[in-house]
């Protein structure tokens, strides 16, 4: 019976030492700035088992004199810090955008009705223990009317 106990023990400390160790690789996250330019909503997914390469996509918006629909799309590459859960998050990504919203069909400002920005990024990021997840990034924009710099943060929650 003693040996019964023990390894049963021995297991559930095992099983539970494992769930709190293994990564998650999907985030879902709302970000303020960043990718999604004013703000967004996205979807990530590590491709590597461990931190590592990773891709994202998400929809969002900008306005300024109108307001335009975004979507951005990008990869990452996630360096880990010291095993503590906090990371190097570096990254290119390109986001699209659509004056009024409108998918398809013309636009009442010609030539001016979409545009696509490419936005590198570095940030830190830090996964929490109640698998959360928050970003700070640099992320200058660049696109047709030159570089402007800015930030991006994020939360979000880890699955």
């Known amino acids: 019976m003693k040996h019964l106990t023990f390894f049963l023990t021995i297991s559930f400390f095992a099983v539970y030492s494992y769930g709190q160790t293994a990564f998650k ?33 998400g929809v969002g918006f900008y306005t300024e004199k109108a307001f335009y629909l975004t979507i951005p799309v990008g990869i ?14 570096a990254g290119m990504g390109v986001t699209w955008t659509r004056i009024n919203g409108k998918l398809f069909g013309e636009s009442e400002i010609p030539n001016r009705d979409h545009f696509v920005n490419f936005v590198p990024s570095i940030g ?18 660049a696109n047709k009317n030159g570089l402007v710099p800015w930030l991006g943060l994020s939360i979000g929650k880890r699955f």
């Open 76 to 89: 990452n590459y996630l360096f880990e810090l010291k095993k503590d859960n906090s990371f190097i998050d």
């Open 25 to 57: 690789r999907n985030d879902i996250y709302l970000e303020a700035g960043g990718n999604g330019l004013f703000g967004s909503v996205n979807y990530e997914r590590q491709i590597t088992k461990q931190p590592g390469l990773g891709f994202r996509f």
């Open 124 to 141: 830190y990021r830090k996964h929490t223990h109640k698998n959360l997840m928050w970003r700070i990034s640099l992320t200058p924009v």
